[in-house]
């Protein structure tokens, strides 16, 4: 049997670095989106192997940049996927509301938001034309869309809650397994998570891998608020 593959967006971050781990793991190969080839370093670094991971330059922020991807793998140059797992985004800091610019806003939406959706609707087209009833599409969003402590990034973590819900609901009847995963913690890949104090990526990698492993799990957000959340993982269905 071929070995499936995940195409992960946002595969250079921490996050990114989380869901390599469990790829590996769960005996699948990573078909990684970088920026470029110091990018690609990165990645290398933080997950410690080269094995088992194809990257592929692309800029997620362009509409063009994962459907080009896609292209490339409709075209047989790249390795088919049958799952995606996305954690595009990464722009923090404590501007108030009332100091938001509209620029601003602006910004927070193209580089929190934006890159998801994108590649929801590069790769989504993709996966309903190749039919297997394993593919996966996994979000993952952060608390502060909920506690509200960062202005911008949680009005654009809001969006991504949003943007889950209607994605659960048109798979609901789909070949596609549609989750959130909602991570409440700070991680961090290699040695930086012990120095920092916080969740190393390769645990946090466990959410991500159970799912995998559990075809039952649809429609639904997996949170991850704290340790005991990996040893058994917090489920709520999205849609009632």
């Known amino acids: 049997m071929k070995m499936q593959t995940v195409l992960i967006v946002g595969a250079t971050g921490n996050i990114g670095a989380s869901a390599i781990h469990a790829a590996l793991r769960s005996k699948l190969h990573v078909l990684a989106i970088v920026r470029n080839q110091a990018s690609a370093e990165k990645l290398f670094s933080n ?32 390795p088919a996927f049958q ?30 938001f934006e890159p998801n959706l994108l590649a929801y609707q590069a790769t989504i087209p993709y996966l309903l034309e190749q039919n297997d009833p394993t593919s996966t599409w996994t979000l993952c969003t952060g608390a502060s869309g909920d506690n509200g402590s960062l202005a911008g990034a949680s009005i654009t973590q809001g969006a991504l809650f949003s943007l889950a819900n209607v994605a659960c609901l048109e798979n609901s009847n789909t070949n596609i397994r549609f989750n959130e995963i909602y991570l409440g913690l700070f991680v961090m890949a290699g040695a930086a998570a012990e120095q920092a104090g916080v969740m190393k990526a390769s645990e946090f990698a466990l959410a991500y891998e159970k799912l995998l492993a559990r075809p039952d799990i649809k429609g639904c957000r997996i949170k991850v608020c704290q340790q005991d959340d990996l040893t058994e993982l917090n489920i709520s269905k999205k849609l009632e």
């Open 47 to 78: 997950v410690g192997t080269r094995e088992g991971i194809t990257t592929v330059e692309a800029d997620i922020l362009s509409d063009h940049g994962v459907k080009n991807v896609v292209e490339k793998v409709r075209k047989g140059e790249l």
């Open 83 to 112: 799952h995606v797992y996305a954690a595009a985004g990464g722009l923090f800091d404590r501007t108030s509301i009332l100091d938001l610019t509209t620029d601003d806003i602006r910004k927070y939406m193209q580089v929190n």
